[in-house]
């Protein structure tokens, strides 16, 4: 079994900052991509960040210039720092992790419980 445990998440007005953390643990061969997702209140669940093992990141259009996604392999962890944070940004941020749990297999999919973000006007 693969656990992604998320840490971080709270409540901060805008213009502020938040740091989010998620370590993964558990039977794990090598982990592929990593990154974060959003769900707001009556939204789909929707890509924030991604960063690949040799360290390339995409970014959704919306959070390009204010959040940055970086991983720590030795330490199987993901991290978000969001700046300049706008009532927008309000959402569970969920990890999320393409976990190979043996070698020559295909990755799985896990995923985080969610944090909340919350930004206030």
């Known amino acids: 079994q693969v656990q992604l445990v998320e840490s971080g998440g709270g409540s901060v007005q805008a213009g502020g900052s938040l740091n989010l953390s998620c370590a993964a643990a558990g039977s794990i061969f090598s982990i592929d991509d990593m990154g974060w997702y959003r769900q707001g209140p009556g939204a789909q669940r929707e890509l924030v960040a991604t960063v690949l093992s040799g360290g390339s990141t995409h970014y959704a259009d919306s959070v390009k210039g204010r959040f940055t996604v970086s991983r720590d392999n030795a330490k199987k962890s993901v991290y978000l720092q969001m700046n300049s944070l706008n009532p927008e940004d309000t959402s569970v941020y969920y990890c999320?992790?393409?976990?190979?749990?043996?070698?020559?297999?295909?990755?799985?999919?896990?995923w985080g419980q969610g944090t909340q973000v919350t930004v206030a006007s």
């Open positions: 999320n992790a393409g976990v190979r749990t043996a070698k020559y297999t295909y990755p799985g999919r896990y």
